[in-house]
């Protein structure tokens, strides 16, 4: 069956760096569209970052210049490079998988947990 499982989340201070994998099995991963988001303690879930059907790149307004998502076809993995982190980006962390013609994320890892102290 379908599987995301992300890794590398964890506490980190102000201005710090962390990456987050997220590994995929169960389905052919280069066929799927992938995307990072992420809910913080009382708020909305939003995604943070996306690869495009076209391989581009779209990023939350928050976290332009600092995030980094990348794929890598070959280990069916997914990443979330996070530079100058701060406060606000405490979160927990989620990968989910989507047909890249539907909007919809169908698959979701159960998430890594990120915090950032000042």
């Known amino acids: 069956q379908v599987q995301l499982v992300e890794s590398g989340g964890g506490s980190v201070q102000s201005g710090g760096s962390l990456r987050l994998s997220c590994a995929a099995s169960?389905?052919?991963?280069?066929?799927?569209?992938m995307g990072w988001f992420r809910q913080g303690p009382g708020k909305e879930r939003e995604r943070v970052a996306a690869i495009l059907r076209d391989g581009g790149t779209i990023y939350a307004d928050s976290v332009k210049g600092r995030f980094t998502v990348s794929q890598d076809n070959a280990k069916s993995t997914l990443y979330l490079q996070m530079n100058s982190l701060k406060p606000e980006d405490t979160a927990m962390y989620y990968c989910?998988?989507?047909?890249?013609?539907?909007?919809?994320?169908?698959?979701w890892g159960q998430g890594t947990q990120v915090t950032v102290s000042s």
């Open positions: 169960g389905y052919t991963f280069s066929n799927y569209c």
């Open positions: 989910a998988a989507r047909n890249c013609y539907w909007s919809d994320y169908r698959y």
